[in-house]
């Protein structure tokens, strides 16, 4: 129950409207009777004050910088933990115990293999096809090949389905990227941990033995748990818009990729290394600034800016540090594109343009050059946000799903076209 309340007026009418109160955040105006009792809508293009849904997975504090996945700080589980155990804990609520991290990561590596007959559907893809173009049909088809976990209704399934994708989405990132390449699929391997069989099924040949170095497997398991989840983000609200009117898991899934693969959102990443290695050098940086803040030019500087975030993206903190130390750890020195991207932040942030909008490096800043130094080319970046996101996605669904309360999505419009007329017969227009 509602213990405060907001009063509109409209016309000289008072109504009431409850106003909700949450663990941490803003209050929220509780609006869902509005139409009924006054005849309006409210207007709220790209959802800038609107809150969705309510949730108890994660929470960002955008003036401070703060993420937390059930009230965990992301730096400490970045730091602390691995991705497997965050999965758990976005999935069921609560750090596991050593048996039921030991469960859930045996269930999971069980689920890694894809049903054989998948491999003819990557085939039917034309080898130069974006692996985000390849991902988004396999993952949609996944419901013509699973077809005992798609009743939403049967919590068992949705359990299954949530385990199901949490497992084969690196089988199937590997294998676009392998067949966008011509080289052989690689079978996932049980022995590996989630990020070392990644990389195994990424850079392995079968023509030869393969080293997973713990420096790389380290790097992109950190990559996986910062991409992990983000609250209603446009992917996520994309894949509970679809859920909404009951649609399989699969398909939903699905929908999130797609959303995801836009350049503002998770196709940043692949979009800001071009630009850094556009550049190229660190003179032709005051060029791209000005551009950035052209209002007449339609580029932007990638990596940069964030609805939520109104200060340093906590993810681009943990990232930036993480290139430092790959890169060290990887013998690879002076890379020119870490150089631009550091002289490019630091000239970004002194400059008034960005400051006073309060525009910040975002976690796709950094990790493109982390994930080139690891050999990946940059059409495989935001196939790897979205295995990485799968769990969030996952997650969402399932609380969506719990809920008794849960609609149809279904928002209204601000109508402006023509109004009534009448049908103009064609030789008479
Ligand atoms: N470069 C230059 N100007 C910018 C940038 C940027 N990267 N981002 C925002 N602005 C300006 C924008 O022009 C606007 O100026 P004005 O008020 O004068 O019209 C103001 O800042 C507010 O921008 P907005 O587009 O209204 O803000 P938004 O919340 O709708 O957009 C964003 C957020 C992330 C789409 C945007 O900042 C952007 O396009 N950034 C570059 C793409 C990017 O890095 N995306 C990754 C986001 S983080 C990971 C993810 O979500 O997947």
Redesign the pocket.
């Known amino acids: 129950m509602a213990d405060k309340s907001a009063t509109l007026t409209i016309d000289g009418t008072e109504y009431e409207l409850p106003v909700l109160s949450p663990t941490s955040g803003p209050d929220v105006i509780d609006i869902r009777k509005l139409y009924g009792q006054a005849g309006v809508f409210t207007y709220d293009p790209?959802f800038?004050s609107t809150a969705s849904c309510d949730s108890t997975i994660t929470f960002i504090d955008g003036d401070k910088g703060e993420l937390l996945h059930r009230g965990y700080p992301i730096d400490q589980l970045a730091e602390k933990s691995h991705y497997l155990e965050v999965c758990y804990l976005l999935l069921y609520g609560e750090l596991p115990t050593a048996e039921q991290l030991e469960d859930f990561e045996t269930r999971v590596t069980r689920h890694t293999m894809i049903h054989e007959q998948m491999h003819n559907f990557f085939r039917g893809f034309r080898r130069d096809a974006h692996p985000m173009a390849t991902m988004v049909g396999v993952v949609g088809a996944m419901s013509a090949f699973y077809h005992d976990s798609t009743d939403i209704n049967d919590p068992w399934q949705r359990e299954v389905a949530s385990i199901r994708l949490i497992a084969k989405m690196p089988t199937i990132a590997a294998m676009a990227y392998k067949y966008s390449i011509g080289q052989p699929f690689v079978y996932p391997r049980n022995d590996l941990s989630y990020a070392a069989n990644f990389v195994h099924m990424c850079f392995s040949v079968p023509a030869e033995p393969y080293h997973v170095d713990p420096i790389v497997a380290r790097a992109m398991d950190r990559i996986f748990t910062l991409?992990a989840d983000?609250e209603q983000?446009?992917?996520t609200s994309t894949v509970r818009l679809a859920s909404s009117s009951g649609a399989n898991p699969f398909a939903c899934i699905a929908a999130g990729i797609a959303c995801?693969w836009g350049?503002?959102?998770?196709?940043?990443?692949q979009?800001?290394l071009e630009m850094l290695r556009e550049i190229g050098t660190p003179d032709r940086i005051p060029e791209y600034i000005a551009r950035?803040?052209d209002?007449e030019d339609p580029?932007?500087?990638?990596?940069?800016?964030?609805?939520?975030?109104k200060n340093f993206?906590p993810r681009a903190k943990v990232m930036k540090q993480s290139a430092d130390e790959v890169l060290e750890l990887l013998g690879i020195e002076n890379n020119p594109t870490l150089q631009v991207a550091k002289d490019l932040e630091a000239a970004?942030l002194a400059d008034e343009?960005?400051t006073d909008?309060?525009?910040f490096p975002?976690?796709?800043?950094y990790s493109g050059i982390i994930l080139e130094a690891m050999g990946f080319p940059t059409s495989m970046f935001t196939p790897i946000?979205a295995l990485s996101r799968t769990i969030g996605w996952v997650s969402q669904w399932k609380e969506q799903l719990a809920d008794p309360h849960h609609k149809i999505g279904r928002p209204r419009q601000l109508y402006l076209g023509d109004t009534t007329r009448d049908y103009i017969e064609i030789e008479n227009r």
């Open positions: 790209g800038t991409h983000h983000n446009a992917s995801l350049p503002a959102h998770g196709g940043a990443n979009a800001c950035a803040k209002k580029f932007r500087l990638m990596g940069f800016g964030h609805r939520v975030y993206d970004a343009y960005f909008k309060k525009l975002n976690v796709d800043f946000f």
